[in-house]
T-cell receptor, first 114, second 114 residues
Framework: GAGVSQSPSNKVTEKGKDVELRCDPI?????LYWYRQSLGQGLEFLIY????????KSGLPSDRFSAERTGGSVSTLTIQRTQQEDSAVYLC????????????FGEGSRLTVL | AQSVTQLGSHVSVSEGALVLLRCNYS??????LFWYVQYPNQGLQLLLK??????LVKGINGFEAEFKKSETSFHLTKPSAHMSDAAEYFC????????????FGSGTRLLVRP
């Protein structure tokens, strides 16, 4: 597809379980971002990948959160031992270069932790 | 650390009235600045961007924003509101070197009254 693809679109899990969220960016885009959007809140930066550089993980809220990007393309955000406060929409975005300013966002993965 | 402040979580205007959405950033070096819009049940899309050229930036749908370094502001305006402008608007800022982490403000929901 031409856009950023995220899966699953919806995930309901029980507290304490691990979840994996996947992002398939636009082909050729070297920069990839993960954000979290909670109900009524703005976009909270989580992590940023740029090419082969070390990712900027400064936004990850705790060590239960981790992300990787394999082969400079697909990225997986993993949340271990989920808590109810992790419930949110997790958005992935990619861009060729930040100077263009245009991040292309996926539809998001809505996570509900019961 | 870079931060973005949007004054007013909700702004209500009458159709045909001026739209003014406020955004201030914190940075000693002028960052790249952006406005994104999120229409109901849709993903985010770029409205306009400031990367270093003209300080008055024109975007889609008649919106424009002015970069004022002395005020560290990047307010979004539109001379005449239309019902279709009802959406959530996010201001965002990115650094210019070492890290292109893109930080979003908390968003402003624009309501347009008939």
């Amino acid at each position: 597809g031409a856009g950023v693809s995220q899966s699953p679109s919806n995930k309901v899990t029980e507290k304490g379980k691990d979840v994996e969220l996947r992002c398939d960016p636009i082909s050729g885009h070297t920069a990839l971002y993960w954000y979290r959007q909670s109900l009524g809140q703005g976009l909270e930066f989580l992590i940023y990948f740029q090419g082969n550089s070390a990712p900027d993980k400064s936004g990850l809220p705790s060590d239960r959160f981790s992300a990787e990007r394999t082969g400079g393309s697909v990225s997986t955000l993993t949340i271990q031992r989920t808590q109810q406060e992790d419930s949110a929409v997790y958005l992935c975005a990619s861009t060729l270069t930040i100077e263009t300013g245009e991040l292309f966002f996926g539809e998001g993965s809505r996570l509900t932790v019961l | 650390a870079q931060s973005v402040t949007q004054l007013g979580s909700h702004v209500s205007v009458s159709e045909g009235a001026l739209v003014l959405l406020r955004c201030n950033y914190s940075s000693s070096v002028p960052p790249y600045l952006f406005w994104y819009v999120q229409y109901p049940n849709q993903g985010l899309q770029l409205l306009l961007k400031y990367t270093s050229a003209a300080t008055l930036v024109k975007g889609i749908n008649g919106f424009e924003a002015e970069f004022k370094k002395s005020e560290t502001s990047f307010h979004l305006t539109k001379p005449s509101a239309h019902m279709s402008d009802a959406a959530e608007y996010f201001c965002a800022a990115s650094g210019r070197s070492s890290s292109y982490k893109l930080i979003f403000g908390s968003g402003t929901r624009l309501l347009v009254r008939p």
